[in-house]
């Protein structure tokens, strides 16, 4: 499992243990990744004291806050073929866990979905209509038939390492491009309805909003430049067979 942290030193020994447990039940055979990336309270403290604990858990660290980087440093890492990306704070129902795991012998990734039948999504009103409206915009954007592409993921190491340096860890929406870079790639992908309880409060909420709408604009663009320069490209070469 790939567990990024940011300055969660209030929580992260408590949910890492309970995370480990709830994986214990599962299997034998596992590993967290805490990915701490930039944090500036005592979270790395935290985190170096559990990886020597427990066998089962190790410990990544950015000198940088960077959710993408963390991500790319986990998927790198890992010793599984088989990945689950959670969140720290548990936010999201742990049963994903082991539903995403069952489906990956059939997927190359599953999305975790707030807006999927049976979904319960309890976070404040302003998070929820931002969410609707950004992946309104995903599936206009990128004719992309998926409903949460932001949420917690599972993924074929195998397959999705073939795409994670495709999507630079700079871009504000880096989940969603790789989604749709898999979508183009031909990946399996599917969704299961989740839980997502989260009360903490957002922080810059609309700036980051509108940093996403700039990324998911600009992404969509270079997407149908990359597709245009590669028709070109397969043109020129016909023309000089």
């Known amino acids: 499992m790939i567990i990024p942290v940011h300055n969660e030193e209030e929580i992260i020994e408590r ?110 009103l302003e ?13 206009v954007l990128f004719d992309m038939d998926l409903s949460d592409t932001t949420c917690v993921k599972a993924f074929r190491r195998s397959k999705i390492i073939q795409l994670i340096d495709q999507v630079p860890a700079s871009s504000s929406v880096f989940e969603t491009k790789l989604v749709a870079e898999a979508l183009r790639s031909g990946f399996k992908i599917t969704e299961i309805p989740v839980e997502v309880k989260d009360h903490r409060r957002s922080r810059k909420v609309l700036r980051r909003a509108s940093t996403k709408l700039v990324d998911l604009l600009s992404s969509r663009f270079a997407m149908d430049h990359r597709r245009f320069s590669q028709v070109n490209t397969s043109d020129q070469e016909a023309g000089k067979a």
């Open 127 to 139: 998070r929820q209509i931002l969410s609707k409206g950004y992946h309104f915009l995903v599936r």
């Open 15 to 124: 949910n890492i243990l309970k995370i480990r447990d709830y994986a214990d039940q599962l299997s034998s055979k596992k590993e967290i990744l805490i990915c701490e990336n930039g944090s500036t309270d005592s979270t790395l403290k935290i985190a170096e004291d559990l990886a020597e604990r427990c066998d089962d858990i190790r410990l990544l660290s950015l000198p940088y806050p960077s959710l993408p980087a963390a991500l790319k440093r986990g998927i790198r890492s890992s010793r599984f073929e088989n990945l689950v990306y959670f969140p720290v704070d548990l936010s999201v129902n742990l049963s994903f866990v082991e539903e995403s795991l069952r489906l990956l012998n059939d997927y190359d990734i599953v999305l975790g979905s707030k807006r999927l039948r049976g979904a319960v999504d309890d976070r404040p």
